[in-house]
């Protein structure tokens, strides 16, 4: 089966600024300091990095997610690969930052998945993960308000 005409697309504005917010996705710290635990990030062009969840969420979920950076133009955008395990290959991710006046628009958009049973659940997955992604990431720039 091929990859289905899908993708994931979200975006929230955040009052803050490109570099701010590039800081936070685009270093181990960063990410950790708002949605992960134990994240290394290597922000280079094929640079392996490891996402990190230590009791994560209501079902208190530890596992650990390879990826990819693929490409990177700071304060601006992010791309990586992820989903490695999943028979029929990656996901990519793509994180944009778009400034206006007072904020930032950060926009996810995932693409990649495949017509099987792992494929569309990791879409489904993915959808409500990436929403979640947006809010706790907008509420711990704004209000400070962190997961741990």
Not at 5 to 19: E, Y
Request: proline residues 5%; charged residues 25%.
């Amino acid at each position: 089966m091929g990859r289905i005409d899908a993708k994931i697309h979200f975006k929230t504005a955040i009052k803050s600024d490109p570099g701010t917010i590039y800081e936070l996705i685009t270093t181990s710290k960063g990410w950790d300091r708002w949605f992960t635990r134990g994240t290394v990030f290597i922000l280079e062009k094929n640079g392996e990095s490891q996402f990190s969840w230590k009791d994560w969420g209501a079902d208190k979920v530890t596992e650990t997610e390879r990826a990819v950076v693929r490409e990177f133009r700071p304060d601006e955008y992010l791309q990586f690969d992820w989903n490695h395990f999943l028979p029929e290959g990656p996901t990519t991710v793509e994180l944009i930052l778009t400034p206006r006046p007072g904020d930032t628009v950060l926009e996810v958009i995932q693409t990649g998945f495949h017509d099987t049973p792992s494929g569309l659940a990791m879409l489904s997955q993915c959808a409500a993960g990436w929403g979640e992604a947006l809010t706790l990431l907008k509420f711990y720039v704004e209000h400070g308000i962190s997961t741990h």
